[in-house]
């Protein structure tokens, strides 16, 4: 069962020629979440081999063009090669207006409805769920109004291990009760859950932290998730430019996921100054070691455990 | 002096990872126009080592998003590097609610005029000239209002050569008549300027076609440019597909050609259909045998003659 990021673009505002905006796609259990969508990121999917039409969800961070101005041609391409299927998509209210205007002049060919989901919420909220997997959305610290988003699988149900049905012979109804977590007391003794049940598999989540400033909140809102992308535009000599703007420095990137515990850190988004960001990890490892530069066309994979 | 063509897109409206969607740029002794702007142009243009602040005109055949969903990244780019002279687009007058929405929602950084020239032609109409150089545009026969665009030099003035002067003992006076392309005519002889005046070189011009079903008027309208780029969306065996959405086989851009007497036909916007299209090579020569196939990225030169 995949959990796999497919990380497109890295680059912040200019895209230069090895890196494009922001965009990737997160493929939890085949189902396709994409988050930011900045120009070229149709032409990224091909080349990662991910299908247009698998695309269940695109949540868009924030309203800037480096993170949203490939979703046009991304919505075309869709409706040209006949999806069906709806497309829900997470992002603040002022996207509205955006893809309204899409529509009313490129739209014709979109037979597939879109389910825009506005963002709005002042802490983490659940925006969507199926059966294995949630999505939640938290507001960021950035110029515009900003959304951070964690994507993770839920706590599989608890299994009985086998042999001890027929070892304990449990009942239907004992049954019920440990795989509730809870134990079974009979006369002479106690059927402890925690012994004889098991999960099929350890939880996995992702959150995606671009564009924001560092703020109070944000490392218990990403506690423990096994992977935190996090923006990391600028390294520590311009961290007067990070607070002008509103985005992050590498330290301030590895200082929240210190905090947070997160199983490793991913940083992108990256100021177009600096020809390599090479310089960037000597940093960030000096302040949380499980650190990594994001690369175009990178994919991450979580086992499962 | 530049007279060079840079392809930087020629796929239709689904591109792929070899092909991105329509653009170019046309550099004419320096001075940059670029043709349609689909997404992923300004990463085109890095690649191609094209200066984004160089571009003086941006000329759009139609609103269809293979055409255009590249402008929103390029004026924004364009913007963040601190452009500050004026950038004149050509566009359908349909364009122009498309600028508005572009720059109310995303517009903040443009602090550069942006001269929007609608067009609404119905034959060509000069629409630019400077000094040397020529922008003409003229109607296309597509489904929506699509304008194609000649790029030319204009005729150099006439030059006299230098050791008519003496020869003759030409006056200023006559030397302004010669100039003027009229002969001398004195007591005893006549000066024909035909014979001592010469022109520095041969203009150069360019056509872009795309998109467009054939039409009584084009090959007229283009006739004798030495380079035409002319979609060839399908090969021969799609006739009644190029029929239904108003595009061209590889035949009837070769007629067009033909019959136009250009110099040299260049066909692009192909079909995601076909993996390879070397075999349209065969349909466009046995037609017309100066064609070549348009890649991404490729550099067409016009030597100055």
Redesign the interface.
């Known amino acids: 069962m995949n959990f796999t990021l497919n990380v497109l673009g890295t680059a912040s ?5 090895e890196r ?2 922001s965009a990737q796609v997160l493929d939890v259990r085949g189902r396709l979440f994409m988050i930011d969508c900045g ?2 990121a ?2 990224r999917m ?2 990662a081999g991910i299908s247009f039409l698998k695309i269940e969800h695109i949540c868009l961070s924030h ?1 800037h ?2 993170h949203i ?2 979703i ?2 991304l919505l ?2 869709m409706g ?2 006949g999806r069906s299927s709806q497309l829900n998509i997470f992002a603040p209210v002022s996207f509205g ?2 893809l309204d ?1 899409f529509m009313a ?2 739209g014709e060919g979109i037979k597939f409805v879109i389910n825009f989901v506005p963002l709005e919420m002042s802490e983490p909220e659940i925006v969507y769920e199926n059966r294995t997997t949630e999505l939640l959305a938290f507001p960021l610290n950035h110029r515009v109004k900003t959304f951070g988003f964690i994507i993770r699988e839920k706590m599989p149900p608890l299994n009985i291990r086998k042999e001890a049905i027929q070892e304990y012979g449990l009942s239907l109804s004992e049954i019920g009760t440990l795989k509730r977590g809870e134990d079974v007391v009979r006369e002479d003794s106690v059927i402890a859950s925690s012994e004889i049940t098991y999960r099929k598999y350890v939880p996995r989540s992702y959150a995606y932290c671009s564009d924001t400033a560092p703020f109070p909140e944000l490392a218990q809102w990403v506690k423990g998730v096994d992977l935190m992308y996090h923006e990391a535009t600028f390294p520590e000599e311009l961290s007067d430019m990070a607070e002008k703007t509103f985005h992050s420095t590498t330290v301030q990137a590895a200082r929240i996921a210190s905090e947070a515990g997160v199983g490793r850190l991913l940083v992108g988004h990256y100021s177009s100054r600096y020809p390599s960001v090479d310089f960037f990890l000597e940093e960030l490892r000096s302040v949380f070691p499980e650190s990594y530069l994001a690369g175009d066309m990178d994919v991450v994979d979580i086992p499962q455990m």
Chains 1, 2 share one sequence.
């Open positions: 505002a200019l895209p230069t020629t494009y905006p120009e070229g149709q032409i091909r080349k309203i063009g480096d101005f490939g046009f041609g075309s391409t040209m090669l207006p955006v205007f002049h490129f």
